[in-house]
């Protein structure tokens, strides 16, 4: 084959069989597209995820339950209910079930991943029937058998090589005579339990398909026609950014842009590898190429907002003129598996920030009583919620006069903290009260962005 593109279809591109079948016309109006990524049905793994942390009643799971059957029962109506795949749909809601209800007895990180990860394979299952109704040749193809990742269930670690040898081994000979339909999101270890790689994981399956299919492009559809200079529902102004660098979308997708997963670049930048955005329900409106190098580098490009952050302020007498207190930190943050965004010092204490958005497929809490009894141990531990990160993106930041006296002059009414800038040429950012989010997002893009 000459050219070969991944494409990747989030929730609301699959929501229903209507979803379902513009996501078919998008993929087969090239002969390019031979992989096809899936999320769960929009809804759904919010559902999942409910009955995954065992919490809830026998009532509330029984109502749970029924939702989810409603969402595959529409699709499944609507490609005439064909008997083998009723039979395979009816058997993975048993399992949710059963899954489900041994979670309220003793749920782990292990049992959450299988059981949100059922999501995945039923909407892989419907699409690839309805493309194989349309008159396409589609195969189903369980993306744990090459997804190899780690055992940190909740957020795996991809095995990059393995994932590599095992795609050119299982799934690269499909793709001659076949379009594969597989699952974003989840993957399994090397006994072949079934983990996931985070919230908003199916794009960084997409990319590491990608990458190890050595494909030309990466296609990522959602509902939005691209990446826009910030989120078109709190600035009417935003509007899309035709192309953009791959330092510059992968800092917006940091930063909480929601359109592409924060991860999901490093595999496209190993190989090169072009990434479309672009939306599912109005294809033709164009979106957004993200690429190594553009035609223009604009001093200021987007504008982002990342809310509910903690600021965590850890204060020693013991670091003034000492060695290894970072070290200590950052040894019992890694140690649970949590990320340092910002981090500024002074001579007794440090404070950083750390994302609460969710960084497990189950949403849990970064910072329990676990990390907070072992940080006390040794210092003075204070912990502020309710604070919004915002980031402005750009080119050369930090090399051009008056950048900081634009930005702040902009939201001199509010109430700034932990001011980070120079570590990148690509982003300017600080924390602000979640209350004033919106509004300094709304003045700097009219400041900095309007057109």
């Known amino acids: 084959?000459?050219?070969?593109?991944?494409?990747?279809?989030?929730?609301?591109?699959?929501?229903?069989?209507?979803?379902?079948?513009?996501?078919?016309?998008?993929?087969?109006?090239?002969?390019?597209?031979?992989?096809?990524?899936?999320s769960a049905s929009s809804g759904v793994t919010n559902l999942l995820v409910d009955l995954a942390r065992g919490t809830l009643s026998a009532a509330e799971q029984e109502i749970h339950l029924k939702k989810l059957k409603t969402i595959q029962d529409n699709?499944?109506?609507?490609?005439?209910?064909?008997?083998?795949?009723?039979?395979?749909?009816?058997?993975?809601?048993?399992?949710?079930?059963?899954?489900?209800?041994?979670?309220?007895?003793?749920?782990?990180?292990?049992?959450?991943?299988?059981?949100?990860?059922?999501?995945?394979?039923?909407?892989t299952r419907l699409f690839t029937e309805m493309m194989n109704q349309l008159g396409h040749k589609a195969?189903?193809?369980?993306?744990?058998?090459?997804?190899?990742?780690?055992?940190?269930?909740?957020?795996?670690?991809?095995?990059?090589?393995?994932?590599?040898?095992?795609?050119?081994?299982?799934?690269?000979?499909?793709?001659?005579?076949?379009?594969?339909?597989?699952?974003?999101?989840?993957?399994?270890?090397?006994?072949?339990?079934?983990?996931?790689?985070?919230?908003?994981?199916?794009d960084f399956s997409a990319a590491l398909l990608a990458e190890a299919l050595g494909v030309d492009e990466l296609e990522i559809w959602t509902d939005v026609p691209g990446i826009y200079t910030t989120d078109p529902r709190l600035v009417k102004e935003a509007h899309p950014i035709p192309e953009i660098t791959f330092s510059e979308a992968a800092e917006m997708a940091t930063f909480g842009a929601k359109v592409l997963h924060p991860a999901t670049l490093q595999p496209a930048v190993r190989k090169g590898i072009p990434v479309f955005?672009?939306?599912?329900?109005?294809?033709?409106?164009?979106?957004?190429?993200?690429?190594?190098?553009?035609?223009?580098?604009?001093?200021?490009?987007?504008?982002?907002?990342?809310?509910?952050?903690?600021?965590?302020?850890?204060?020693?007498?013991?670091?003034?003129?000492?060695?290894?207190?970072l070290a200590q930190v950052f040894s019992i943050l890694a140690k649970h598996g949590i990320s340092v965004d910002l981090i500024t010092t002074s001579e007794v204490s440090v404070a950083i920030t750390l994302d609460q958005t969710g960084s497990s497929s189950t949403g849990r809490s970064v910072l329990h009583d676990g990390v907070l009894d072992e940080l006390n141990a040794f210092c003075k531990v204070k912990v502020e919620n309710d604070l919004a990160l915002v980031a402005l993106i750009g080119n050369r930041m930090s090399e051009v006069n008056g950048v900081g006296t634009q930005v702040f002059d902009a939201v001199s009414e509010h109430n700034v903290r932990m001011i980070c800038y120079g570590a990148s040429t690509h982003n300017l950012c600080f924390l602000v009260p979640e209350s004033d989010a919106s509004l300094v997002v709304q003045k700097l893009h009219q400041r900095l962005l309007g057109k």
Do not use: Y
């Not at 059963?98 to 749920?107: E, F, G, K, L, P």
């Not at 369980?142 to 780690?150: L, P, Q, S």
């Not at 594969?180 to 072949?192: H, K, L, P, R, S």
């Open 1 to 38: 084959m000459s050219k070969v593109t991944v494409a990747k279809f989030g929730g609301t591109s699959v929501a229903d069989a209507e979803a379902m079948r513009r996501c078919a016309a998008i993929v087969t109006q090239t002969a390019n597209t031979r992989v096809v990524v899936l």
């Open 139 to 202: 195969v189903w193809f369980d993306v744990r058998k090459i997804m190899r990742t780690d055992s940190r269930f909740g957020r795996a670690t991809p095995a990059i090589e393995a994932i590599h040898n095992l795609a050119q081994q299982d799934m690269a000979p499909l793709l001659k005579d076949h379009i594969v339909i597989t699952q974003g999101f989840i993957g399994a270890n090397a006994d072949g339990q079934t983990t996931t790689l985070g919230r908003g994981g199916s």
């Open 75 to 123: 699709i499944l109506s609507e490609l005439g209910n064909p008997s083998l795949l009723r039979e395979t749909m009816d058997g993975i809601l048993k399992e949710i079930a059963d899954m489900a209800r041994q979670a309220t007895q003793n749920s782990d990180a292990a049992l959450e991943d299988r059981l949100v990860a059922q999501g995945e394979l039923m909407s």
């Open 277 to 325: 955005v672009g939306s599912s329900k109005e294809p033709s409106a164009g979106g957004t190429w993200v690429r190594d190098t553009t035609e223009s580098s604009p001093l200021f490009r987007a504008v982002t907002l990342r809310r509910n952050q903690i600021l965590l302020t850890l204060h020693s007498p013991n670091m003034l003129h000492a060695c290894g207190f």
